[in-house]
Nanobody
Framework: QVQLVESGGGLVQAGGSLRLSCAAS????????IRWYHQAPGKQREWVAV???????NYADSVKGRFTISSDNAKNTVYLQINSLKSEDTAVYYC?????????WGQGTQVTVSS
């Protein structure tokens, strides 16, 4: 059973930065890909970034240039660096791992940006 645990969220002022972590119970190198999503209050969950097993990355247009996804396979952890935080980044951030045709979700970490 794959388990994912997000951390690193919190309350931050607009313009600040945060690094979110997604720690996996197994080796991150065995996953096809790991994605980050966010879900703002009253809105649907949206994909923001992905890193594949080969290290390729991609981002939603809305976050390009501000979000950076990376992986430390030695620590079985994927990170999401968020810079120049905006109020619209306020959301619960989830990581999800794709493996063998299945998707596994973490419990989420709250990011709140104050103006």
């Amino acid at each position: 059973q794959v388990q994912l645990v997000e951390s690193g969220g919190g309350l931050v002022q607009a313009g600040g930065s945060l690094r979110l972590s997604c720690a996996a119970s197994g080796s991150t190198s065995t996953f096809n890909a790991i994605r980050w999503y966010h879900q703002a209050p009253g809105k649907q969950r949206e994909w923001v970034a992905v890193i594949t097993s080969s290290g390729s990355t991609n981002y939603a247009d809305s976050v390009k240039g501000r979000f950076t996804i990376s992986s430390d396979n030695a620590k079985n952890t994927v990170y999401l660096q968020i810079n120049s935080l905006k109020s619209e980044d306020t959301a619960v951030y989830y990581c999800a791992a794709l493996q063998g045709g299945r998707i596994y979700w973490g419990q989420g970490t709250q990011v709140t940006v104050s103006s």
